[in-house]
């Protein structure tokens, strides 16, 4: 049933063999089934030595990554948009090679403030490029979650309905909806409308606190909406996401505004997240892995 995993961010900034090894042991010490691992530079990954460390550890692999500035498929820069989509290919290849069946994230635009509309010329990048990405992914076995994120951290899709026209236009069916209630709390009515409006088309699912701390402290309301992944039947991944200055990785934690410490222990944080996931799964009837 629902695999449940944990962002490698709660352990290590990095990933060195030490990091990749920490991270992974410590997720599967808290109960996790997968780590997620950011591939915002995928050919800096060392895929054999982070297999070796999920294979020692017997726990799987999702990818996550948000393009730059420099890499914006949804750009009217040409330069970027090919520099985008050849990154995007790499990502796919060390997905794939990584063992994990999603790559998810803001894989449509750069992660960050926009200062101005998207244009049109952009928005047919992005579907473009996407579809490329899409097909090459499928022969991969590797599907595309879209993750949608707030208006600070994207122009171009902030909500579960903007998405779904995106989905449309792409009209592949490996790219699917990537949930997170961090984000939902900022830009959607409710945590329900956005579940039931993405159904079978969910294919990813983040969980992260309004303040992106420890789960149950801030104002998401996780009650209604594991209630409505129960309703829905979703099956699909859920991983906890949190982020602390306690854990700097140097281009992530600037871009997404991490300037304080929610949290200083990452495996209590981690253990109380996996407890919180499970009674919230159980009390909206939901399988586990
Ligand atoms: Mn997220």
């Known amino acids: 049933m629902n695999p449940v995993g944990c962002h490698a961010l709660v352990w290590a900034g990095g990933w060195s063999p030490d990091e990749c090894r920490r991270a992974v042991f410590s997720t599967r010490d808290a109960g996790f089934d997968l780590i997620e691992i950011p591939l915002l530079d995928p050919r800096s990954v060392d895929v054999a030595m982070t297999s070796r460390a999920l294979t020692d550890a017997g726990i799987g692999a999702r990818c996550s990554l948000g393009l730059s500035a420099a890499t914006d498929i949804s750009s ?14 790499d990502a796919v290849s060390a997905t794939r090679d990584l063992g994990s069946p999603y790559l ?4 449509y635009s750069a992660l960050g403030k926009y200062l101005e509309m998207p244009t049109e010329r952009g928005r047919a990048n992005v579907v473009a490029v996407l579809g490329r990405v899409a097909r090459k992914a499928a022969q991969a076995g590797v599907s595309l979650g879209l993750e949608i994120v707030n208006r600070y951290e994207t122009n171009v899709i ?4 903007q998405a779904l026209l995106l989905l449309d236009e792409i009209g592949e ?12 709390n900022i830009e959607e009515r409710d945590f329900r409308t ?15 606190e309004s303040n992106r701390g420890y789960l149950g402290e801030g104002t998401v309301d996780f009650d209604t909406f594991f209630n409505a992944l129960g309703e829905i039947g979703y099956a699909g991944t859920i991983t906890f996401e949190s982020f602390s200055s306690a854990v700097v990785a140097p281009e992530l934690s600037r871009i997404l505004g991490i300037w304080r410490n929610t949290w200083t222990d990452g ?14 799964m159980a009390a909206a009837g939901m399988g586990q892995a």
Do not use: Q, S
């Open 194 to 208: 956005p579940v039931l409006l993405a159904g079978d088309r969910l294919g990813y699912v983040h969980i992260g």
């Open 158 to 161: 902030n909500t579960c309905e």
């Open 104 to 107: 998810c994230g803001v894989l």
């Open 173 to 184: 069916p490996n790219v699917r909806i990537h949930l997170d209630t961090y984000h939902m």
């Open 76 to 89: 009217t820069d040409d330069a970027a948009v090919a520099a985008g989509e050849a990154l995007l290919m």
């Open 267 to 280: 495996a209590d944080l981690a253990a109380k997240a996996r407890a919180f996931i499970a009674a919230g």
